[in-house]
């Protein structure tokens, strides 16, 4: 029997393969904390708590109206993929904090 990281890893893992949900494509689409709220709905059984700007009514209800250890599980993977986000995006920030550093080292040796 699976543990309860090894079951939300899998979901996870099925959110980027089978459903095509990169981290890149969470961070271009999804606004901050969109995926939280996302995993409280599912974990609360409860549609209405899922933010307007979702369009995917048919994937809300799936997730939604399953069991609770599916919906647990569910919850776990959305909450990854807020964490896979925002370390994806630390970094592009560091990314740009080096171009930066590096273009003012570059003009400090111009003088």
């Given at each position: ?16 393969e ?74 592009k ?19």
């Amino acid at each position: 029997m699976k543990t309860g990281i090894e079951l939300i890893a899998q979901e996870r893992a099925e959110q980027i393969e089978k459903h095509g949900r990169t981290i890149h494509e969470d961070y271009v689409y999804n606004r901050p904390s969109q995926l939280v709220a996302a995993a409280d709905a599912v974990l609360k059984g409860d549609i209405t708590l899922f933010d307007p700007s979702w369009t995917n009514i048919e994937m809300l209800h799936y997730m939604v109206y399953k069991p609770k250890k599916d919906r647990l599980i569910i919850s776990g993977a959305l909450l990854q993929a807020q964490k896979d986000m925002l370390l994806y995006w630390a970094d592009k920030t560091q990314d740009d904090i080096d171009k930066i550093s590096a273009e003012i080292d570059r003009l400090n040796t111009e003088k």
